[in-house]
């Protein structure tokens, strides 16, 4: 039975925008891999950036509930919640099919910082950031704030440098740097 169409466009869309682009997909393209018109499309989103905007929305959605599962996990122990988000990060980096992170990406592809889907990515980026700025207090770091800005770079680094091939083993690399900057 096939998934109804709502989900099968945004299945669709999120496989062309993360494999090739959001820039260099068209609403065509997603309509003919939806197995559906352009005009079903329009009936479920209102326009391609509203579908964009709603595919960050749902990995915004993942990387959270990535968060929230390591934070249940280990509730007292917030050294071990970062290193299972760098963890969540180093498994996406090795899996064969990475381009890199989707939200770099679509930064890189949407110029405008008022797009819908900039405004996602940016609120996302500032919640992440003030979580790992209090789970490097918890931690009991002495600078949190400035842990969680180097923590932020090293992740979003090996991101960009396991996609431009850089680094081909940059995994476990990036889980060292994340224990150093746990040590103080």
Not at 26 to 43: C, E, P, S, W
Not at 98 to 126: M, Q, T, W, Y
Not at 137 to 152: I, K
Not at 160 to 166: E, V
Request: net charge positive; hydrophobic share 50%; glycine share 6%.
């Amino acid at each position: 039975m096939k998934a109804p169409l709502r989900q099968r466009l945004f299945d669709a869309a999120a496989s062309l925008f993360y494999e090739e682009g959001i820039r260099g997909v068209g609403v065509d393209a997603i309509a003919r891999a939806a197995q559906t018109t352009k005009m079903a499309l329009y009936r479920h989103f209102a326009s391609k950036d509203a579908l964009i905007t709603a595919w960050l929305e749902h990995l915004v959605a993942q990387y959270t509930a990535a968060f929230d599962a390591l934070e249940q996990r280990y509730p007292s122990a917030p050294d071990k919640q970062i290193m299972g988000f760098a963890q969540f990060i180093a498994d996406d980096l090795a899996r064969a099919s990475h381009r890199g992170c989707p939200f770099i990406n679509s930064i890189a592809e949407l110029p405008d910082a008022s797009h819908p889907a900039r405004i996602v990515i940016a609120a996302h980026k500032a919640r992440q950031l003030v979580r790992m700025e209090r789970l490097c207090a918890q931690a009991g770091l002495p600078h949190p704030a400035a842990a969680a800005l180097h923590l932020s770079c090293v992740l979003e680094g090996a991101q960009i440098m396991a996609q431009n091939g850089a680094e081909p083993h940059i995994g476990p690399k990036l889980l060292a740097m994340v224990r150093a900057i746990l040590k103080g």
